[in-house]
């Protein structure tokens, strides 16, 4: 029975079912842990025969060719073991890669036929209808909003131009109503003539002016 009979079991046969990837990687898995202690064991033994062989080099020339010889056969075997490693390395990698395709498959499927499924109720046609009705409503709700914004004028509509233009006759006026009221008044009233007498002189002024006349009467009779 081959290496690989070995490892994968003998029932893989006509009619038998073979092994699932996961079993088929945990055995070469459980291979290789074999094969690397074989390699511990085989490069130990190797060590020990070179060691008996320096050992009765010189001593026992015999028993150091039979250790040589000893060590060439561990050592061929050891060859083996690498060569067989690297092989079933790349068959577990292989391996792994297929079964992760394989899974990869597998999802992409399923999430095929749930996209399948979820498409299955859905015609292109009333998908178009009904993106037209949401574009259609959402145009009517901008209008009636920007319809909705615009200042109420309860019909009335002005002319802001008339507007500006009397508001600056208005301010024509109050600026021309300011100047005269700094310049005065072009046409001011004279003051009225008071109507009651002026106050008599006082009693002492009308003496002084009696001493004045007899002075000027003295003056004269003496020349």
Avoid at 27 to 34: F, P, Q
Avoid at 73 to 94: H, M, N, V
Avoid at 193 to 217: H, I, Y
């Amino acid at each position: 029975m081959s290496l690989f009979a070995k490892i994968f079991g003998a029932g893989g046969g006509k009619g038998g079912k073979g092994p699932s990837p996961q079993e088929a990687i945990q055995k070469l898995r459980e291979t290789e842990e074999m094969l690397t202690k074989k390699q511990e064991f085989l490069e130990k033994k190797i060590e020990q025969e070179l060691q008996i062989a320096k050992k009765n080099g010189t001593k026992n020339k015999r028993a150091a060719l039979q250790a040589l010889k000893r060590k060439k056969r561990y050592e061929k075997q050891l060859a083996q073991i690498d060569g067989t490693l690297s092989t079933i390395e790349f068959q577990r990698e292989a391996l792994e890669n297929a079964n992760t395709n394989t899974e990869v498959l597998k999802n992409m499927g399923f999430a095929a036929k749930a996209m399948k499924s979820a498409h299955e109720n859905m015609d292109i046609d009333k998908v178009d209808d009904l993106m037209q009705d949401i574009t259609e409503q959402q145009e009517l709700a901008q209008e009636i909003s920007d319809a909705i914004s615009k200042p109420v004028g309860f019909g009335e509509e002005f002319d802001e131009d008339e507007l500006l233009a009397e508001l600056d006759e208005l301010e024509q006026e109050e600026l021309d109503k300011n100047l005269l009221e700094i310049g005065g008044p072009e046409n001011a009233p004279l003051p009225n003539v008071p109507s009651s007498s002026l106050p008599s002189r006082p009693a002492k002024k009308e003496e002084d002016e009696d001493d004045m006349e007899d002075l000027q009467r003295w003056a004269m009779e003496a020349m």
